[in-house]
């Protein structure tokens, strides 16, 4: 339905459908996937272990596929854009190194997006709540959790881009996790539903912060269990 809507507003405004038909795919078929590896194996873990990997495969590819002229000719094109928007050559320099990373990051989020949205949708017709539950249990797990330990020290290490850019994915999933540990903890301790809306607003108003600061959380917690430490409210 979205991709029909897509192509109605593509061929209304003149554009090519079949762009329309692909953005589309691009976008919906993997939370298709996501949404049947759910239902086969009812693991939330599992999905976003998976979002991550692919995340991370494609990111690779696109560094490595014809010695990452693909990804030089996108960074071409952005450069103007981000020269009229008034960032700094500094700045636009370290932007477009992380081009890969940034278009791998997006679709992982947004098939995981659209995995949630399905998940919130289900629940509310079947048993409401269920998506919290199943959000504030979720682990990336220790395997995924060591490689990104791997590639932060490979990039420390070397300066090299393609960490940053394979960084940049695994930190997505790890700032998921982050923000399981603080709905755990919300719920735990009963929090007022005010205070999730705040940390969201600094997630969006200070990402550049919050976004790593979960992402170490969630990397710390999948050896030190953080959840279990916070006692419930009696």
């Known amino acids: 339905m979205a991709t029909l809507v897509l192509l109605l507003v593509a061929v209304a405004g003149g554009a090519d459908p079949l762009s329309a038909v692909f953005a589309g795919l691009v976008f919906w ?3 298709v996937g996501m949404a049947e590896v759910l239902r ?6 599992l999905c976003v272990q998976i979002a991550v990997i ?3 495969l494609l990111t690779a590819m696109w560094l490595t596929a014809a010695g990452g002229a693909w990804t030089k000719t996108l960074a071409d094109e952005v450069r103007p854009l981000l020269e009229g ?3 700094e050559p500094e700045a636009i320099a370290a932007v477009l190194i992380l081009v890969p990373g940034v278009m791998a990051m997006s679709l992982v989020l947004a098939a995981l997006s659209g995995l949630f949205l399905g998940m919130y949708w289900q629940a509310a017709l079947t048993s409401p709540g269920a998506l919290g539950t199943a959000f504030r249990r979720l ?4 395997l995924l959790a060591a490689i990104g330990l791997v590639v932060l020290v490979g990039g420390l290490v070397t300066g090299h881009a393609a960490f940053a850019n394979l960084l940049l994915i695994l930190a997505t999933g790890f700032m998921l996790q982050g923000l399981a540990i603080v709905h755990g903890l919300a719920a735990r301790r009963q929090w ?17 912060l919050m976004a790593p600061l979960l992402a170490v959380f969630g990397l ?13 409210r009696a």
């Open 220 to 232: 710390v917690d999948n050896w030190l269990d953080l959840r279990s430490r916070f006692p419930g």
């Open 40 to 45: 086969k194996s009812g693991s939330l873990d």
């Open 192 to 208: 007022p539903p005010g205070a999730l809306i705040l940390l969201y607003m600094l997630l969006v108003f200070g990402m550049s």
């Open 139 to 142: 682990r990336v797990g220790r």
């Open 54 to 56: 692919v995340g991370l």
């Open 29 to 31: 078929a993997p939370a």
């Open 85 to 87: 928007s008034g960032f």
